[in-house]
């Protein structure tokens, strides 16, 4: 008689557990046990989402029956096609993107018409707008301080992907 192994009927069905789906065991580093188990217990980046219009004693209350908000539905991007990047250069201070800002770029994207993008030029990654032109694409900044690149064709340049959104920490400035 065999041990062990998979036996027809065995088991939990699948998706009846506290989530409600199938699920799967994973191999964690020890250091990130307790980040990764507070991120599935908020279910991602879920917070509640209030109306500016509420009342104070509303916005402040730990109501459950509040809309609740995912910051990546909100950046309507993907977790696993999302990086972030740190705005070192002033090229773009006239199109709104700053230096400290940081950028939340979506690699998977492909870039079209007066997108911002993150792209590797000559080694130098750049912020700039995606313009699309006659004969191939132009990365350009919209104040025109800053220099900007022709290119024929997609290929000859690596992007890093589409801006998605910036964001600002106004108290450190």
Partial sequence: MGRGGKRKGAGRPKGTGKFGEPTKAVRLPISLIDQTLQF?????????CHSQSESATTLLSDSK????CSLLDSLNTTYASTTLV??????????????????????EVEPQNDDVVVAVVDGKTVVRWFVERPRGFE???GSGKAPGYKFG??????FCGVVKKVVRDYYSQ
């Fill in 40 to 48: 599935v217990k908020n279910k991602a980046f879920v917070f509640p």
């Fill in 153 to 158: 064709s997609l290929d000859e340049v690596p």
């Fill in 86 to 107: 740190s705005v070192e250069e002033d090229a773009m201070v006239a199109d709104g993107i700053l230096p400290g800002d940081l950028l939340v770029v979506d690699y």
């Fill in 139 to 141: 990365l350009k900044v």
């Fill in 65 to 68: 029956r509040v809309k609740r």
